[in-house]
């Protein structure tokens, strides 16, 4: 197995991510090959607690232009992981 540290890449951070923590839903940037399996996994041993879903979204990278240059921001996946009821909050997102 990988580690946990290479899959999970970071939390998202949002207005509309921070609304979802109170039904224990959190959303983090994922490794683009890492199946949900291995996501709920990385999850429960970095952070000490008992995943319950998974949804995975592939991203697509916005269109920026600069003058008339013309380049993409790269694509990603994003994973909201829904976590058991008797599960402790995650702490990086509490206020």
Known sequence: MKDP???IIRPIISEES????????????VDKRAN?????KAIE???DV???KVN???????????GMDVGRRKNWKKAI??????SKAIEMFSN
């Open 36 to 40: 949900k399996i291995e996501i709920a």
């Open 45 to 47: 041993e970095i952070f």
């Open 81 to 86: 992981v829904t976590l058991t009821d008797d």
């Open 56 to 66: 995975t979204m592939n991203m697509k990278g916005k269109v920026k232009r600069r």
């Open 5 to 7: 540290r290479d899959i």
């Open 18 to 29: 921070m609304m979802e923590t109170d039904n224990n839903k959190y959303t983090f940037e």
């Open 50 to 52: 008992n995943v319950q």
